[in-house]
């Protein structure tokens, strides 16, 4: 893995070293499309140019315990801040409950994950996997029992952090076993905090065959597909949680 730049205004401003690398990851991204370009040329004598556009996503290691994780990321700039806080009621009957969340917090690790001895049928098409990447774009938004007395700017960054580090060190059977560590570790952390839901569509990886150009694969390069499709959802909730009231009406759906 290579280890993440910190990339902040322009190269000049690095380090050496980081200035060299960064400079040498471009380097490869450009050299790849003229490679590219001038092969589709090669290939087809009656055209007369080409364009080869190309998109490189920042990903950052996960933190945990203040070191970066050796196979989990995050993807840069993803993620959006949600609240959503319901008053119900007039006069001492009134009721204000605040649900707090993120959406596209985009994470995945390379290693430290399986799927297998799934239900299959005759039409299943999904292979097992001992070791595999898994991903996901990440919606969680957790419920409160009080208003007052609470820093919410603290709780979204902590409950986020710990998100991130349950999906780090978790090694995950199914990403449900790890939608589950995050929400146990969020509701033990924080009391105030009666109940977290999550929704994880699948974000697949798999390792693409190389062999029909003669090149062995050693897990190095895949293909991102969005089929076969799967959405995970999950709530954890404490065994005496606060009736939510209001509190989840006209929320939108988990997509």
Not at 7 to 19: E, F
Not at 183 to 202: C, Q, T, Y
Not at 229 to 241: F, W
Request: charged share 25%.
């Amino acid at each position: 893995h290579a280890a993440p730049l910190p990339v902040q205004g322009s190269a000049a401003a690095l380090p050496a070293g980081w200035a060299c690398l960064l400079l040498g990851l471009l380097l490869v991204l450009v050299l790849a499309g003229i490679a590219l370009g001038t092969h589709f040329l090669t290939a087809a004598p009656k055209a007369t140019g080409s364009q080869i556009r190309i998109e490189e996503y920042a990903w950052d290691r996960i933190q945990v315990d203040g070191e970066g994780h050796d196979h989990s990321f995050v993807r840069r700039g993803t993620e959006t801040r949600t609240a959503i806080i319901t008053v119900d009621g007039r006069g001492d009957d009134q009721r204000v409950s605040v649900v707090s969340g993120l959406e596209d917090l985009i994470v995945l690790k390379s290693t430290g994950s399986e799927f297998k001895g799934f239900l299959k049928d005759e039409f299943t098409t999904l292979e097992e996997a001992d070791d595999r990447i898994m991903a996901t774009s990440l919606t969680a938004r957790w419920r409160y029992n009080k208003t007052d007395g609470i820093n919410f700017d603290e709780v979204y960054e902590d409950v986020k952090k710990l998100c991130l580090a349950a999906f780090a060190t978790t090694y995950s059977r199914a990403l449900q076993e790890t939608l589950h560590a995050m929400g146990k570790g969020v509701l033990e952390a924080h009391p105030e905090i009666d109940e977290i839901r999550f929704s994880a569509p699948n974000k697949h990886h798999f390792l693409y065959d190389l062999d029909r150009f003669g090149i062995e694969n050693k897990g190095e390069v895949f293909i991102a597909a969005d089929r076969p499709y799967g959405l995970i959802e999950a709530q954890v909730v404490r065994d005496d949680a606060s009736d939510p009231g209001e509190a989840w009406t006209a929320v939108p759906s988990f997509i």
